[in-house]
């Protein structure tokens, strides 16, 4: 049975190598760990663990030699793509998470000061950033610690179906609900 996407049994990264060729680019693929995908004169960089999928969407970042970052994301029958926002392309766009829920992808990246918390529906991109390095990533809630907030006992709680509104909880109350945020660089995929 074929998925939306015209693609029976294939790994995702096959799927963003025949999305990209079917827009006319060649792809080699990298077999070493971690597996990469290598198209425009070897200039583009995607990651596996930087590819998100479902039955009916496909959504991926790519980095360039010369700094470029693009999210790309296909979803259903629409195409969307997005410049992450960062102090200075050179010190990167590290993906800390990328993944669908329901309706919108949630991309979470770090640049050079900020780690950006990003909602994408459709042709939207909501976003907010915070000074840190403390998160949680659950199915539907994020929390985060900015430095100021850790010293403070603090904790930032999103919904994230509706993605505005903010509520702090204390420390204790994160850990007692089991998503107190943790170093960003110790999160499971």
Known sequence: MLDSLGVLGL??????????????????LNQ????????????????????????????????????????IVYHKDNVYTWVPETYNPAFGCECIHIGWRKEFLI?????????YI????????????????DIFIGEDIITYSSFGGTRKGKVNLINLSSFDKVEKISTKEAEVRNIKPIYYQELDG
């Open 32 to 71: 070493s760990p971690p597996i990469e995908i290598l198209w425009r004169n070897v200039n583009y960089h995607i990651y596996e663990c930087d590819i998100a999928e479902t039955n009916d969407s496909l959504a991926w970042l790519q980095s360039s030699d010369g700094d470029d970052h693009l999210l």
């Open 11 to 28: 790994s995702k990264v096959q799927k963003v190598v025949n999305k990209i060729e079917g827009n006319g680019f060649s792809c080699r």
């Open 118 to 133: 990003c909602k994408i529906t459709n042709d939207e991109t909501k976003h907010f950033h915070f000074n840190g390095q």
């Open 107 to 115: 991309f979470v990246y770090l640049e050079k000061h900020d780690i």
